[in-house]
């Protein structure tokens, strides 16, 4: 069964940094493209950031401004989203997601449970 | 990047009731368009991709159709497991982008 545990989420002031980790379990990890995909409070589901397999290459959303940067640790079967001069904007529940495999590797099939996220002074 | 539209917002229906869900793309996505269903406290679950393959599990009530900047997922039978928000979904060029979401909710 796959697991996807994220933590690292919690109360962060406004321009701080904040780590994002996921602990994967029951597949193959270095076999999928992973990504990280966010919600704020009472809205929508909005794409951050995805990993290829071997983590050469990356993807993010225009929204960031080069403030995120995601990693993957094969090793370890985990996932990662540094996170930094974070802003309101930036509140929000992030889930670990796991693409399906095959191209195009953006049909998400398995969801974490989320990391919350809150920025507030 | 693509927009994805969803129509409607909102939907009211009753159990056994059919709806459908419509998501416009603002440009061609081909046939890379997902369906999320999210129940309320919980993360989404992938319920159909490449625009109409069901996921192993879903149940046949659920449908979807479409290609290029249109797609439709319909719902025959409403089941009370069934009231949640959906939302599409394109995979055909990043950034991939959500619809905003349809909530369906009991009359």
């Known amino acids: 069964e796959v697991q996807l545990v994220e933590s690292g989420g919690g109360l962060v002031q406004p321009g701080e940094s904040l780590r994002l980790s996921c602990a994967a379990s029951g597949f193959g990890f270095s076999d999928y493209t992973m990504n990280w995909v966010r919600q704020a409070p009472g809205k929508g589901l909005e794409w951050v950031s995805s990993i290829s397999k071997t983590g050469s290459s990356v993807n993010y959303a225009d929204s960031l401004k080069g403030r995120f940067t995601i990693s993957r640790d094969n090793a370890k079967s985990s996932l990662y989203l540094q996170m930094s001069s974070v802003g309101a904007e930036d509140t929000a529940l992030y889930y670990c997601v796991k693409s399906s495999w095959g191209y195009p590797e953006g049909r998400f099939d398995s969801w974490g449970q989320g990391a919350p996220v809150t920025v507030s002074s | ?107």
């Open chain 2, 1 to 107: 990047d693509i927009q994805m539209t969803q129509s409607p917002s909102t939907l009211s229906a009753s159990v056994g009731d059919s709806v459908s869900i419509t998501c416009r793309a603002s440009q061609s996505v081909i046939l890379w368009l997902a369906w999320y269903q999210q129940k309320h406290g919980k993360a989404p679950t992938l319920l159909i991709s490449k625009t109409s393959i069901l996921e192993s599990g879903v149940p046949s009530r659920f449908s979807a159709s479409g290609s290029g900047t249109e797609f439709t997922l319909t719902i025959r039978s409403l089941q009370p497991e069934d009231f949640a928000t959906y939302y599409c979904q394109q995979y055909n060029s990043y950034p991939w982008t959500f619809g905003g979401g349809t909530k369906v909710e009991i009359k």
